[in-house]
Each structure stands twice: as C-alpha cells, then as structure tokens.
C-alpha cells in the first residue's frame, strides 16, 4: 500500500527514481506456456479450464489439482480452514502463497535445489517467499504495490518492541537487521488484513502455472479420497474489475484527506489515539511496510506505518 506522508515532512521526503530495464538486443522473452489438467482430475470434477477459479477460493483449478483439495469446495476437508490457508507440504507456506510464488504446495522444495521453498525468493525483490506471506506482500510481484520500489527496500519486517517512549524496532526480513525510530504525533499508522492487502495485488490467474514440471501433469496424483465434484461447472468464473478496484480502494491511503485520527501524545509521551496502534502495534506483530526520515535535530522518526493485522 502507498504510505501517507505527514505534510509536515514533505519536504523531507527524496523522490525515487525507477529506471526501465530492457531486453539486451537480439534477446527473445520467453513465455511459458500454461499447463492442461489431467483428463482423469478434469472428468471427476468436471473442470476443464487450468486457470479458472469455480469456488472461488482464490485457488485455480491448477493449483487445487496440485494441492489434491477439491476445485469446487472453497473448504475441502471442512475443518474452517480455507483451502487456500491450508499448508499441505507443511513448508510453512500456505496454498494461496505458492500459487502466487509459482511454487507447487504439494512438494517443500519444487526446484530440488535444496532450500525450501519458503526460504525461497521468487519475485528477487529481497524478500523470501515465508517474510512475503508474513508481510502481506506478493511473492509474485517484486513491487507489490506499484510504487517503483521493490518490496525488500519499504522497511517490511515484524516489530521486536514498541516502548512507552514511542520508540518502535523493526527487525527488517529483508537483511534481519532491527531499526529503532519514534512514532510521534504526525506518524501515520494504518492496519488492514491479509486479504485486503492481497485483493490490491495485481494477480495473473496463471501465475501459479510458472514452476509446473511434466511430473506435476500425471493423472495417478488425482486421489479418490478427495470429496466428490460438484455436479455444476463453473469454469468461466471471473473476478470483477470493479470488486478488485473497490478492494484496492478500501486498503489504499488517499494521498490528502485522510480522516484517520493522528496519534496525540499523552503525557507519558506515548502515541495513542489511533486503534492500529491500541491493537495492533506491539511486539510480533507484522509490518507490511513503513517509511522513516529524519527531523532537523537529528532524532529519527517514523513517518508512516502500515501493519498487517491477519487473515
């Protein structure tokens, strides 16, 4: 998500300049082509499409081919997790995540390179593929919110202490190192949930087909233990432009009049005011981003803060 920057520090604030990278003359993109579903796992759920999405529990039916859950169930084995939450090579990274990685969640090290795949970094933005689930971030998308810096340098990472002076640590899950600045006053602090942050991402429905092998295609995998289909098929379910423009929007910070409260400093000297910073900001918890400067007395603040507050 953009961050806001309090007005007042506007004048601090360097512009970031992105540079365009191109192709070295004479070089051909390669596109990889997307997968076919098994006939055996497209007959028993009567699905044919690999990208379509029928439960639309975020998974394609691709991903729930490779994930052996049901692409007409949104909740496979019925335990109140999402088939997209569940882990099932318990590599530490759920379904949803591998998808957009292009991992497959049935294997804990898809490319056999020895490192798992969450300690993987799909998109080479900086940050692995578990600090990109825990952040709210896209694994898939080395800019996850479009801003012209890469995930692995907006301060990502999970808060180590957020003391009564207002100063708060960050352990960066870019490099592990722990930043300490202070939230006073005119640091903007926001919260949304893991989803809203994901319904912002720009998300191709065939992303999760980019790490598929030959072995991934083999119709022996389709177990019949899974749950029965549905006997109706969806295939040509598409999400709508404007339900994603509307989920974009709730999460994204206007750029002036924002009618969030600032935080006012009690006399303790500890920023209150704001419920992201009554419920949320405190040691464990995860920071999809943040931006900090530098006040005229040298002191280092904060100037805005955005935290993930879970699923």
């Known amino acids: 998500m953009p961050l806001a920057i309090a007005p007042s520090r506007l004048g601090a604030a360097l512009a970031v300049a992105v540079a365009s990278l191109a192709l070295p003359t004479g070089a051909v993109a390669k596109k990889s082509a997307s997968p076919k579903l098994p006939a055996k796992f497209q007959k028993r759920y009567h699905v044919k499409s690999a990208t379509a999405d029928p439960d639309k529990d975020g998974l394609t039916n691709f991903t729930e081919y490779r994930a052996h859950t049901n692409p007409k169930k949104a909740d ?5 997790t999402p088939d997209g ?26 490319d056999r390179d020895g490192k798992s795949d969450a300690r993987e970094d799909a998109d080479h933005d900086g940050l692995n593929n578990l600090a990109e689930q ?16 890469k995930d692995g340098n907006e301060n990502a990472g999970q808060v180590v202490s957020f003391g009564d002076d207002g100063v708060l640590s960050l352990r960066l899950a870019s490099t592990g190192k722990v930043v300490s600045a202070t939230v006073d006053e005119e640091t903007s602090v926001d919260c949304s949930a893991t989803a809203d942050y994901e319904n912002s991402y720009d998300d191709g429905a065939a992303d999760d087909t980019l790490g598929a092998e030959d072995g991934d295609l083999s119709d022996d995998s389709v177990s019949d233990s899974d749950d029965d289909a549905s006997a109706s098929d969806d295939d040509s379910a598409e999400v709508s432009s404007d339900d994603a ?41 995860w920071v999809h981003e943040a931006s900090l400067t530098t006040a005229d007395d040298g002191t280092r603040l904060f100037d805005a803060v955005a935290l993930v507050t879970g699923d």
């Open 134 to 149: 825990n952040t709210a971030n896209d694994p898939g998308d080395p800019d996850s919110d479009d801003d012209g810096i």
């Open 85 to 110: 939450s569940e882990d099932r090579d318990k590599d530490k990274l759920d379904n949803a995540t591998e998808q957009r990685a292009g991992t497959n969640p049935d294997k804990k090290d898809t």
């Open 245 to 285: 423009e509307a989920s974009a929007a709730a999460v994204r910070r206007a750029d002036e009049g924002d009618d969030d409260p600032v935080l006012a400093d009690d006399e303790d000297g500890l920023a209150t005011g704001n419920e992201c910073v009554d419920a949320y900001l405190d040691a464990g918890a």
């Open 76 to 80: 496979t084995n019925k335990n109140g």
